[in-house]
């Protein structure tokens, strides 16, 4: 019984859950049928909803494309119109331009008649032009070849009279304002260094305090004097000169040590050999001091600083050498200051002229058994204590022995004239004043066409008469500048010298 109730119950129970299952599945069909009606619905409105709006898509496209064909049916229109257009324009051009080719053939066809009457017209001239230079010739007696080689002679003569005439005119009025201007500059530099300095001589004189002191210089024998010409390697002449004895010698530093020494020997009173070498090994080393002391007193004197103390040692050996009678020394100090008096006239480099000037001659200073001039011994020499390569330019430039490179090389050559050409600055003895006059009158004379030549004013010009048969006005400028050119290059002569050509044409005729 209890199992059979419990039967019954399980019954119930599976009938329960067989008839909520079917419950279930009737609900969930009834949910889903629901669901599949509103998603259907959804669609066919989306679809309707698509469907209206590709409708109104549509016809907003046949509008558009409506426009588009009208707007193209009224663009082509109008470029049919505007292609009618310019087909009547090069219609119009095609018809001138076939009536301008009509003209154009009409005018050729008369020019070509014109030139075919020219041609004739021209051959006709030709002909009478040749017949009358026939009939021209058989008069004048002279062919055509000729007559153009007689203008043409006559023209040159006449060209060259002008050139002549317009070249004296330019180098007057260029001269003349040329020289103005260099001497308003040259007398200013020459005022404002006003140099003190004149000659010195090449011998030493010493004085005695009295005849007796001959003597004792003579020695025994000549003992003393042999011993001292041999150790200080100078000349003592001993002539009639009362109270005085002549110390000669053509290196100015020996003869300055034989003096000094000579003086102290004479002041001392013990003159014999020993006493003598002393003495002069004294004075050698003090006359290096004066050497030094000189060159540095130079060189703070011109105004340059900052030199090596062999060019200042060098330099003061100048202060013993001469050249025409001037002192050496003096004459660079001189020409220093005129080198930056003239550079700052000339808006130059002040500093290298003024170096420049006061090195220029330092070769002179050198020992006379070196090979070369002075202008390369002392440019080589300055080059080689790395003194400023335009002064050594400046330096070995000054005769014209290289090229001149820079501005102040040409003032110090200028400054090194004016120092020596100044009165006074030098002096010549007479074989050598007439050997240069000689010298000078010979290179005139050795040009052709030279008639005579005079070397006047001290040898500071030269006149030169000229053929005037063979020499033209032109032929004189060019001769003048040749004479002066060949002076330039073979001679040596303070300042400057003038040439001056003279070319005389007379005409004699006799009355009879």
Known sequence: MIFREGNFIALLIIGALVLVAILTAVLVKIIVDKYKKEQSEKAENVIQSAVEKAKIIELEAKDKALKILQDSEIEI??????????DDRQQKRRAELDHRIERLEIREQNLNKRQSAL?????????????????????AQMTMEDAKQVLLAEAEKEARNDMAR????????????????????????IQRVASEHVVSVSTSLVTLP???????????????????????????????????????CFDPVRREIARRTLDRLIVDGRIHPAHIEKIL???????????????????FDAGVAGMHPEILKMLGRLKFRTSYGQNQLAHAVEVAKLSAVLAAELGADVEVARAGGLLHDLGKAMDHNTEGTHAQLGAEFARRYGVNSKVVNAMASHHHEVEQESIEA????????????????????????????????????????????????????????????????????????????????????????KVTVIRETRAVEFAK
């Open 77 to 86: 229109t109008r470029r049919r119109q505007d292609i009618l257009r310019e």
């Open 119 to 139: 041609d004739k017209r021209s051959n006709e001239i030709e002909k009478l032009y040749i017949e009358q230079m026939e009939e021209l010739q058989r008069v």
């Open 166 to 189: 317009i070249i004296r005119q330019i180098e007057a009025e260029a001269r003349i304002e040329g020289d103005k201007r260099a001497r308003e500059i040259i007398t200013d530099a």
């Open 210 to 248: 009295n005849e007796e002191m001959k003597g004792r210089i003579v020695g025994r024998n000549g003992r003393n004097i042999r011993a001292f010409e041999q150790a200080a390697g100078v000349d003592v002449i001993v002539d009639d000169t009362p109270e005085a004895v002549t110390i000669s």
């Open 281 to 299: 090994a004294e004075e050698q080393k003090e006359v290096e001091k004066a050497i030094i002391e000189a060159g540095e007193n130079a060189a």
């Open 410 to 497: 040409v003032i110090v050559e200028a400054a090194d004239a004016i120092s020596g050409a100044r009165p006074g600055a030098r002096r010549e003895d007479l074989e050598q004043y007439i050997k240069r006059l000689r010298a000078l009158e010979e290179i005139a004379n050795s040009f052709k066409g030279v008639q005579q030549s005079y070397a006047i004013q001290a040898g500071r010009e030269v006149r030169i008469l000229v053929q005037p048969e063979e020499i033209d006005d032109l032929a004189s400028v060019r001769l003048a500048r040749d004479i002066a050119k060949k002076v330039e290059e073979t001679m040596q002569y303070p300042g400057q010298i």
